[in-house]
T-cell receptor, first 113, second 112 residues
Framework: DGGITQSPKYLFRKEGQNVTLSCEQNLNHDAMYWYRQDPGQGLRLIYYSQIVNDFQKGDIAEGYSVSREKKESFPLTVTSAQKNPTAFYLC????????????FGAGTRLSVL | SQQGEEDPQALSIQEGENATMNCSYKTSINNLQWYRQNSGRGLVHLILIRSNEREKHSGRLRVTLDTSKKSSSLLITASRAADTASYFCATGVRQGAQKLVFGQGTRLTINP
């Protein structure tokens, strides 16, 4: 997990509320990714960004938003439009596109109150 | 979309035995990778095998890739209690950008 910091570790959301998950990296990697993991399941891609000020939707982007204003930071906002947000959220980086190996943070567990 | 199917979903063996996990995928790939996840933690990269390779070794890990059958296997030899974790295969695909598509994982338990 070294070099990628996700915060908070646990987060609780009230109905109708937007919450933001933080992902910061000091690896100087260009690409960053957000995944959602449900219990006993694999990872599903929410959003990804290959360079600053640019990002693309993944497979399950509805109800989420991101920004990439700095190379080091890729925050994920879970909006009130996401009706089933309870999950484990993982942020990852990739050194360069050709290498295709991803490095993961420790994750944020989001629950609904 | 999840293109990896892993088998078995769960595996329980005794310490010292070998553990084999399988992964099948659907589309053409650039590479296939295996990751490990301890409970409640992030994933850690274990090994990458390119589409033009058939076998690769790293310590106690051995990965095979059969592109004609669209399948891969991960063998962990001489298992240890510390190997208890979930193991995921991930296929490297190019769909406009380099992305990884993850399987659902195999949950491995090593009994002391």
């Amino acid at each position: 997990d070294g070099g990628i910091t996700q915060s908070p570790k646990y987060l609780f959301r009230k109905e109708g509320q937007n919450v933001t998950l933080s992902c910061e990296q000091n690896l100087n990697h260009d690409a960053m990714y957000w995944y959602r993991q449900d219990p006993g399941q694999g990872l599903r891609l929410i959003y990804y960004s290959q360079i600053v000020n640019d990002f693309q939707k993944g497979d399950i982007a509805e109800g989420y938003s991101v920004s990439r204003e700095k190379k080091e930071s890729f925050p994920l906002t879970v909006t009130s439009a996401q009706k089933n947000p309870t999950a484990f959220y993982l942020c990852a980086t990739q050194e360069e596109l050709a290498k295709n190996i991803q490095y993961f943070g420790a994750g944020t567990r989001l629950s609904v109150l | 979309s999840q293109q990896g199917e892993e088998d078995p979903q769960a595996l329980s063996i005794q310490e010292g035995e070998n553990a084999t996990m399988n992964c099948s995928y659907k589309t053409s790939i650039n590479n296939l990778q295996w990751y490990r996840q301890n409970s409640g933690r992030g994933l850690v990269h274990l090994i990458l095998i390119r589409s033009n390779e058939r076998e690769k070794h790293s310590g106690r890990l051995r990965v095979t890739l059969d592109t004609s059958k669209k399948s891969s296997s991960l063998l962990i030899t001489a298992s240890r209690a510390a190997d208890t974790a979930s193991y995921f295969c991930a296929t490297g695909v190019r769909q406009g950008a380099q992305k990884l598509v993850f399987g659902q994982g195999t949950r491995l338990t090593i009994n002391p």
